[in-house]
């Protein structure tokens, strides 16, 4: 089985910063994206960022420019650099990965438990 376990949210004011990380465990072959989303209290959940094995990446619209997704291959490790804050940023984060557990299984997906982030005005 697979884990994944964010950390890295907190209450910020608006214009901080924040690094949220999600680490994967398990047994683990490969993990070819790796995903933020997040869900704000009322509404649905929404993707944020992905990061695939190779280093593409792709953005939501409301965060281009202010959060960037990194990823560390060795430590199956995802990271997002979240910068110019706003409060409608608050929300519940979410990490999720598309992990293949042996070289000749396809790839199954794994969520987080998600962590808390407040942006306060």
């Known amino acids: 089985q697979v884990q994944l376990v964010e950390s890295g949210g907190g209450l910020v004011q608006a214009g901080g910063s924040l690094r949220l990380s999600c680490a994967a465990s398990?047994?683990?072959?490969?993990?070819?994206?790796m995903r933020w989303y997040r869900q704000a209290p009322g509404k649905q959940r929404e993707i944020v960022a992905y990061?695939?094995?190779?280093?593409?990446?792709n953005y939501a619209e409301s965060v281009k420019g202010r959060f960037t997704i990194s990823r560390d291959n060795a430590k199956n490790t995802v990271y997002l650099q979240m910068n110019s804050l706003k409060p409608e940023d608050t929300a519940v984060y979410y990490c999720?990965?598309?992990?293949?557990?042996?070289?000749?299984?396809?790839?199954?997906?794994?969520w987080g438990q998600g962590t808390q982030v407040t942006v306060s005005s």
């Open positions: 999720n990965a598309d992990v293949q557990t042996t070289e000749l299984t396809i790839s199954n997906r794994y």
């Open positions: 398990g047994t683990i072959f490969t993990i070819n994206v």
């Open positions: 990061i695939i094995i190779g280093g593409s990446t």
